[in-house]
């Protein structure tokens, strides 16, 4: 198994930007499929990005698109969300997820393993 934390949220102005991180334990990123997903009050968790576990392939929700970037550092066993140009719209908790068996998914019952989320709230 593998154990997920996310950090980095927080509030941040309309058009700023926010670094998320979420580290790992148990076993190295290179054995997963991560991916972020983020859920709204009142909202169904959405999918944001995600990263092979090839590490060669990015995806992403297509609300985000040109936004926010995924991406990971297998030394330091943590995988990143970069996020631009936010809007109040990208308000919500952020998590991460991981999937054992390989192929990428924008579904969250798709994915093993959780992180217990981080707040990023985008004022206007």
């Known amino acids: 198994q593998v154990q997920l934390v996310e950090s980095g949220g927080g509030l941040v102005q309309a058009g700023g930007s926010l670094r998320l991180s979420c580290a790992a334990s148990g076993r190295t990123f290179s054995s997963y499929t991560i991916a972020w997903f983020r859920q709204a009050p009142g909202k169904e968790r959405e999918f944001v990005g995600a990263?092979?576990?090839?590490?060669?392939?990015?995806y992403y929700g297509d609300s985000v698109k040109g936004r926010f970037t995924v991406s990971r550092d297998n030394a330091k066993n943590t995988l990143y969300l970069q996020m631009n140009s936010l809007k109040p719209e990208d308000t919500a908790v952020y998590s991460c997820a991981a999937r054992r068996n390989g192929g990428v998914y924008t579904g969250p019952n798709m994915y093993d393993y959780w992180g217990q989320g981080t707040q990023v709230t985008v004022s206007s």
């Open positions: 990263l092979s576990r090839s590490g060669v392939s990015t």
